[in-house]
């Protein structure tokens, strides 16, 4: 952790300030944002690209998405003229099924680990600094989160990852939001609460359960925030 601020400090910061001061203690450090654009992300999103607007956004491009997301993605991009990375798999779903089946019924957890695991670890290597929506209310597996955490990558390399909106609730993310008049991703108007591959999410029974919409409650994370080694 940097010598001019600690992950202590930030804590009790609003995601502005925890922003700037992270920004002002690195600057000039490459920095990215995995982004699935759902609504903590866009969030992310638009206090980053007012400050890093060539900020590379990853986007984990499984296949697997809705093609309502895939319509969202490209319009933010556009309209925000974003520095949109997609983030590709060594196979295409077509060769995938065609090699190991339609791995999202028999094996999720291998399907995730060849779309977004394994090429989210290769794309993270040039970035110092990982910038991602996650909130600790989103599940059990999110609890202990900070909001700036050394992690380091599977190949060694180690960097700070940073969630800005960790201790943030649901309201206060539909809140700003609404506020700032950020558009959102048009699934949440239908019930979806945890917007991922269209083959794994559905609406959840449990409104206060948003992730048990995610592979049918029989896991609660693809893998790409459990990878990496998190450090004291
Ligand atoms: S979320 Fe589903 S479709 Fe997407 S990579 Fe994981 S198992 Fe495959």
């Given amino acids: 952790m940097s010598a001019t601020f600690s992950a202590e400090s930030i804590e009790n910061l609003t995601p502005d300030a925890a922003l700037d001061t992270l920004l002002s203690a690195h600057a000039g450090r490459p920095a990215c944002l995995t982004c699935s654009f759902q609504a903590e992300d866009m969030i992310v999103l638009d206090l980053l690209r007012k400050r890093i607007p060539s ?45 190991l089946g339609i791995l999202y019924l028999v094996d999720p957890t ?4 060849l779309r977004k695991v394994a090429p989210l670890m290769r794309a993270l290597e040039p970035f110092e600094i990982w910038f991602t929506g996650l909130r600790r209310e989103q599940s059990p597996t999110r609890k202990d989160l900070r909001k700036v955490e050394q992690h380091r990558l599977p190949g060694g390399k180690s960097l700070l990852k940073a969630s800005l909106l960790a201790d943030w609730t649901w309201q206060q993310v539909w809140d700003y939001t609404t506020k700032n008049g950020l558009s959102y991703l048009p699934q949440y108007d239908q019930g979806y609460l945890s917007i991922g591959c269209e083959p794994c999410t559905k609406i959840p029974d449990d409104p206060n359960n948003p992730r048990s919409g995610r592979w049918s409650g029989t896991k609660l994370e693809c893998g790409i925030h459990t990878f990496s080694e998190k450090g004291q």
């Avoid at 998405?65 to 983030?87: C, G, M, P, Q, S």
Wanted: hydrophobic fraction near 35%; aromatic fraction near 12%; glycine fraction near 2%.
């Fill in 110 to 113: 291998q399907c995730c680990q």
């Fill in 55 to 99: 900020i590379p956004v990853l986007f984990l491009e499984t296949g697997y998405h809705f093609a309502r997301t895939y319509e969202f993605r490209d319009r933010i991009a556009r309209e925000w003229k974003l520095n949109l990375v997609n983030v590709i798999p060594q196979r295409t779903v077509r060769q995938q099924e065609s090699d």
